[in-house]
């Protein structure tokens, strides 16, 4: 199933329920205000940096909350892939700390 935007909102083997969600997140703008949180992460992160992984995003965005680490892991991981269909960032193919490295393109 894909949405208005011709974006795939959940793999082909997921239950209904997370087409549903992903239906959700898109009518209350929930992604794309996500989109755009991971997006400032990784511009500001790239005034240091060349290169990064959804790790290093996930501290860019949790920088003085620990706590949220994890969430903010999460976060910026499931939103690189829409990030890079818009042409905003590409893998390098790149490997490091268990993580898959971008740039932004």
């Known amino acids: ?6 974006r795939p909102i959940a793999h082909t083997n997921d239950p209904q329920t997370s087409y549903a969600a992903g239906d959700r997140m898109i009518r209350t ?11 400032k992460a990784i ?9 990064f992984t959804a ?28 990030l890079n269909r818009n042409g905003l960032i590409e893998r390098t193919g790149e490997r490091r700390d268990d993580c898959c490295v971008w740039r932004m393109t």
């Open 55 to 82: 790790k290093d995003i996930a501290g860019m965005m949790s920088v003085g909350r620990i706590a949220e680490y994890q969430e903010n892991y999460f976060k910026a991981s499931r939103r690189f892939s829409g």
């Open 1 to 6: 199933m894909k949405t208005l935007f011709d």
């Open 29 to 39: 703008g929930a992604l794309s205000k996500q989109e755009r949180q991971v997006f």
């Open 43 to 51: 511009k500001d992160y790239m005034y240091i940096h060349i290169d």
